[in-house]
T-cell receptor, first 113, second 110 residues
């Protein structure tokens, strides 16, 4: 059974640009959640999608957005990139909720220069 | 004060030692997860607990809901256990938001 696939694995962007990251969940999983990991703040919840609806959002500015498609694949977008957005972005999929357990992707490492 | 506190932050052990990592939380939760992260970033889910105790190989996780405390034990530690161990609690109306501890960096020396 294929795992959670995140693309791309590495990305370098310039301040002010925007970026789109992709996450394909395990087949049958309908919940996709996104996390940001930085050395200073650790792991932080960004948002969670279920059946194309955002059910929960973390404390991040509106520059961070996401969506989920009918096949449960999800994308997150960061507009007007700042140096502080440099981080490892992880997604995780779950059958319905986190009470069913999570499977994490390998992450996308974003560097903003 | 963080909602999820882990201790210790760093831990160095000799191969074969018994290891304990602790996690305390201050919010209502629907479950608690123990995660392992190796260099390179990939995260593996070790346990999900809502009560009691779970065991998988040399790993044991316990949770005390009344005391809002969980422990992860590693018996007969091995250098391949070297990783960051992260406690995360599941909160939110839909049980869909993880709040993370800062992690424990474990190094097991041979």
């Amino acid at each position: 059974k294929a795992g959670v696939t995140q693309t791309p694995r590495y990305l370098i962007k310039t301040r002010g640009q925007q970026v789109t990251l992709s996450c394909s969940p395990i087949s049958g999983h309908r919940s996709v959640s996104w996390y940001q990991q930085t050395p200073g703040q650790g792991l932080q919840f960004l948002f969670e999608y279920f059946s194309e609806t955002q059910r929960n959002k973390g404390n991040f500015p509106g520059r961070f957005s996401g969506r989920q498609f009918s096949n449960s694949r999800s994308e997150m977008n960061v507009s007007t990139l700042e140096l502080g957005d440099s981080a490892l972005y992880l997604c995780a999929s779950s059958f319905l909720t986190g009470n069913y357990g999570y499977t994490f992707g390998s992450g996308t490492r974003l560097t903003v220069v | 004060k963080n909602e999820v506190e882990q201790s210790p932050q760093n831990l160095t052990a000799q191969e074969g030692e018994f290891i304990t990592i602790n996690c305390s939380y201050s919010v209502g939760i629907s479950a608690l997860h123990w995660l392992q992260q190796h260099p390179g970033g990939g995260i593996v889910s070790l346990f999900m607990l809502s009560s009691g105790k779970k065991k998988h190989g040399r790993l044991i996780a316990t949770i005390n809901i009344q005391e809002k405390h969980s422990s992860l034990h590693i018996t007969a530690s091995h250098p391949r256990d070297s990783a960051v161990y992260i406690c995360a609690v599941l909160v939110g109306e839909y049980g869909n938001k993880l709040v993370f501890g800062a992690g424990t960096i474990l190094r097991v020396k041979s």
